[in-house]
């Protein structure tokens, strides 16, 4: 078959018939990763029915996805710019499809954990690889509509999850939760093949090596410390749970002092002594800590306590991502006029009210007045605090580490959820059976929701002591030329967005220019 015409990486336009597939391609692959953030909470009581399985699993079931994701996530940018973003993207989006066929033909709880893990490594290749798609391809002039494109259906995405999920696990069933994106997946890889072209880093082969050794040392510390504050509630402090987190704190000590020596670490240690950026990602573990504990626990409550069917209860979590998709963008206009320190803090404190109000939701609750009201008020908290929460992110560093500074905020905010998922149960004194019970998880429910609201009161309170209201206008000492966010749309439930920034001068760079080296211009893709 005669392949179509293809125009040069950096010279797609938008309006074009190969600019419009290429956009397609890159939002189903990134349409699937986000899927899955929304969609599997509502499946995990109809899971731990069928597979037999304890609270255990269920927290394995969302942490171990997370685990890989969150500690892959930089490297799989840096692969992508060496061996060709496409080709990653492309390996990334069949891995991805490949491990969630495995979830969902898992015969037992422990396949299904496994294949979680090896979905998140997929995810890791694909993310942002379809961003960094993006802004390799299209004309310099088309970028910024493209990557708000990108991230409003993205955002669509997220938002319906919750309701895709509960109508495949009460009709299809939960596996379908699963094998949903295997469908995508056949539709994604062959339009990127045939229609996105390749693209790598200028210089790319031998000029940055991997920090393999820092992702694996990273993602063992945080498995260490999750099987320990997972375990814990049923065996108790022994040596089956104290070795593991003493393990774990060794080896993210170890991962410390390995990113400090190495010359080209995946976490810079430098960039935290960025004030601002320091303070916005303290900002950022306390704030998805938070969302992590609330949405895992939540829908249990909803589905375990009050009754409803998995459709009933991905519908009721509509409203919050409805409300980001909505509103985002003016809660970033709204950022840039009064500054980020105000939306920073009222916006966890908002939040932090609708969990305390969703401690009034219990058997026989109403959803128009116990459900709903809770989580607009929360939602209402999450628009105000994602996008200016994304803008000083990148405001806080030079244009040439904005992708680099984006996605550590992704990861640490992906990290911070998968803890507070391990260690939430354990700290509300849920049992392994807990779930299995309404009036046992609606008890520890009223313990934990609290917990998460003190924890975003934790939060608020740094970025009042913490973040300058001139951060997104005044340039900092060390960002010479400054930086503003592209990616407008988005349900940052699971994380905030992965975001390349936008510099204020003309973009005239090369499409392949490494996006950490000093340029004077626009850089290309993030996460090299």
């Known amino acids: 078959m005669e392949q ?19 956009l397609a391609t890159t939002v189903l692959g990134s349409g699937m990763a986000m899927l899955d953030s929304t ?40 692969l992508g710019d060496r061996y060709g973003r496409r080709r990653i993207f492309v390996i990334g989006v069949i891995w991805f499809a490949a491990a969630s066929l495995l979830c969902g033909l898992a015969p037992n709880a422990g396949v299904l954990v496994a294949a979680r893990a090896l979905q998140g490594i997929g995810g890791a290749l694909l993310t942002p690889g379809s961003l960094a798609l993006i802004q390799a391809v299209f004309h310099p002039d088309d970028r910024a509509r493209a990557v708000g494109a990108w991230s409003g259906l993205g955002g669509v995405a997220a938002a319906v999850g919750p309701f895709v999920g509960g109508w495949l696990v009460d009709g299809a069933g939960w596996r379908w939760v699963f ?85 080209d670490p995946m976490l810079p240690p430098g960039i935290f002594a960025i004030r601002q950026f320091t303070a916005v990602n303290a900002v950022t573990v306390c704030v998805y800590a938070a969302f992590g504990g609330f949405f895992f626990l939540s829908v249990l409550q909803l589905q375990v306590v009050v009754g409803y069917s998995a459709l009933q209860a991905g519908t009721a979590l509509l409203p919050t991502t409805v409300l980001m998709l909505l509103l985002s963008a003016r809660s970033g206009e709204l950022g840039q006029r009064i500054g980020p320190r105000i939306p920073l803090t009222v916006g966890p404190v908002l939040c932090a009210a609708g969990m305390l109000l969703m401690t009034r939701v219990g058997p026989g609750a109403s959803y128009v007045v116990d459900v709903l009201p809770a989580l607009v008020v929360l939602g209402a908290g999450m628009v105000t605090l994602v996008a200016p929460l994304t803008a000083t992110v990148l405001a806080s560093v030079d244009v040439d580490r904005a992708g680099l500074a984006s996605g550590i905020n992704n990861a640490a905010a992906r990290a911070a959820g998968l803890m507070a998922v391990a260690a939430l149960p354990l700290l509300a004194g849920m049992g392994p059976e807990a779930y299995r019970s309404a009036p046992v998880f609606e008890a520890a429910f009223r313990r934990a929701m609290p917990l998460c609201a003190g924890v975003l009161l934790a939060g608020a309170l740094i970025a009042w002591l913490s973040v300058r209201g001139d951060v997104l206008h005044a340039t900092e000492p060390e960002a010479t030329e400054p930086c503003h966010a592209e990616c407008t749309y988005h349900c940052g439930v699971a994380a905030p967005p992965l975001d390349p920034g936008e510099h204020t001068t003309e973009p005239t760079p090369p499409p392949t220019t490494h996006p950490h080296k000093p340029t004077g211009t626009r850089p290309d893709p993030p996460f090299s």
């Open 39 to 78: 969609v599997v909470n509502v499946a995990l009581p109809r899971i731990g029915a069928d597979l037999n399985a304890d609270l255990a699993v269920l927290q394995w079931t969302v942490t171990a996805y997370m685990l890989t994701l969150s500690s892959l996530i930089l490297l799989g940018g840096s």
């Open 4 to 22: 179509p015409a293809r125009s040069e990486p950096g010279r797609v336009r938008l309006a074009s018939p190969q600019g419009r597939w290429v």
């Open 179 to 263: 094998l949903l994106n295997v469908p995508l997946a056949a539709a994604c890889v062959p339009i990127a093949l045939r229609h996105v072209p390749e693209t790598r880093e200028r210089g790319a082969d031998g000029a940055h090596g991997f920090d393999v050794l820092g992702a694996v040392l990273g993602a063992l510390a945080l498995a260490g410390v999750s099987y320990a504050l997972i375990e814990a509630p049923g065996r108790g402090a022994t040596p089956a749970v104290i070795v593991p987190a003493v393990a774990g704190i060794l080896l993210g000590a170890l991962f410390l002092r390995l990113e400090r020596r190495r010359p």
